[in-house]
DNA sequence: TATTGTTATACTCTATAACTATA
DNA sequence: TATAGTTATAGAGTATAACAATA
């Protein structure tokens, strides 16, 4: 993620306009961006992209899946799954090996050294996680967590 | 937003895998990601971006501002903004209109044919909001809504 | 005939660098 | 010397279309 040109910011804005503060889609987008720049600057030493990240997260949780389940599950396409996919195989994070039951899928594994990486990632993205949720309280943001899972298992296959 | 490629989805994916339900990150970038593209897909025939219309709204709220206040609140690039502005007004939604008082800014403008696109907009993003937000009652959305503000003036301005 | 994965390619979004004009 | 806006350009990310191997 690219880092801004210079942008004199005269006066200090506000985090939430009063006028967009019933917005669903600004608060959520607006937060999510913050956590996600957050966790892309957190894993750069690493080399690992936000994406790259959730992706490898998604196949440690998963066991061997194949890339069309992986790209279903993530919502992405089979071209970028196919790119991301050789990004990690090449610094030998991930490995694919043909499924024996169908020769045309791959089958996809961490390696040992994608664990390592991995739970050093995950070391690394908790603690941005902490820090972005340190103004709730335990139990608001496990209600504001409850509330997101709510949100997503409704709308995650509905059709438009 | 591009539409994906025919993935074929054997098995239905889950919404929120066991593994990821505690991640900030993935809650509230998968969350995000559901809106915005509805909200895409609804203003389409209107041919306006989510940004676009973001963009809108905060002029619409703010009044008559240069560029680079729009730029600061909005925590995009300047040239990124010159894009935008250039789109919307070839369209006549906006206005540039020089600052009499520093004649490099420009003041920019809702006009009234960005007015009315705009409520228009608005009545089709709120529809949107609606049914994205059904499984939550009332204050459940309130609280929801209460916790991301306070994650957002928290972690807004904060530096790395 | 349909599906998995791949390649080549194109499009969108957004930023960096260099420029003009004002301050 | 610094700032507001602009231009030209490049990079990241992600998609569409066509193709090979397999089902």
Redesign the interface.
Known sequence: MPK??Q??????????????????????????????E??E?ALHPLGLS?QAY?LM??I???GPTTQ??L???N?????TMVQLLDQLEERQLVLRQPSSTDRRANLIFLTPRGRKTLSRATRL?KKE?EK?????APE??E???Q???????????RQ?
Do not use: M, Y
């Open positions: 801004p040109t942008n004199t910011q005269s006066e200090a804005p506000e985090a939430v306009p009063t006028s967009l503060s019933h917005s669903a889609g600004f608060l959520l987008n607006r937060s999510a961006r913050i956590i996600r957050r966790v600057e936000a959730g997260r998604l440690e949780a998963g069309q389940s790209c279903a599950r919502k992405i396409d089979r071209t993205v996680q972005f949720l340190a103004p709730l608001e943001w209600s504001l967590r509330q997101l899972i709510k949100l997503l298992e409704h709308n995650f296959d438009p």
